[in-house]
């Protein structure tokens, strides 16, 4: 078995399945611009895309191009994980495994031993759940982690009071000087 490899960027494809990001002002890319943005990656070195079935379209897009490069995907939020892959792979025209994360935290209860199982037939070479925001936090020196009940991938939207708590907790922490308000 060949040593798994990652880049150190991962291509985020929300905007590849619709009007996505406060600046968006012309609507998702055409399919010819996703095959570009799918292309360039490549040539620089992305070896991953990040897509979820929450994306819109973001998985028929990616699926519709020939691109070579791996694919982490989330479960759809508060949903049958079975279901979910099954639609992830269709629409991704995945051959071979993908990465498979929860996209929620509050979904680990119930999606977990489905998540595993997709790991043990071979589906995905890797799962996640929020485990993996630790180890990220555990190589930056200084870094916190600090999970949100009931938020995911979007807090600023699932749990933005939370949010911004845990953000000021940080920022108050850390300064090293404060200002006069």
């Known amino acids: 078995m060949s040593e798994y490899r990652q880049s150190a960027l991962v291509l985020g494809t929300a905007q590849l399945g619709g009007a996505y990001g406060i600046a968006n002002r012309t609507g998702a890319p055409d399919q010819g611009a996703v095959a570009r943005i799918l292309a360039t990656a490549r040539e620089v070195g992305v070896t991953h895309l990040d897509t979820a079935r929450a994306y819109g379209e973001s998985e028929r897009r990616i699926g519709a191009v020939r691109h070579g490069l791996s694919v982490i ?5 508060g949903q049958d994980v079975r279901a979910s892959v099954d639609a992830s792979r269709a629409a991704l025209q995945a051959t071979g495994p993908l990465t498979i994360l929860l996209h929620r935290a509050a979904d680990a209860d ?3 031993t489905e998540l595993r199982k997709t790991l043990d037939s071979g589906e995905a070479d890797r799962i996640g759940d929020p485990d993996y925001g630790r180890a990220y936090a555990d190589a930056i020196p200084g870094a916190q982690f600090r999970l949100l009940e009931h938020a995911g991938h979007l807090p600023q939207l699932e749990a933005p009071g ?3 708590d845990a953000v000021w907790s940080f920022a108050d922490a850390h300064a090293a000087s404060k200002p006069v308000v």
């Open 73 to 77: 995907t989330k479960v759809a939020p």
């Open 110 to 112: 119930v999606g977990w």
């Open 162 to 164: 939370a949010l911004i």
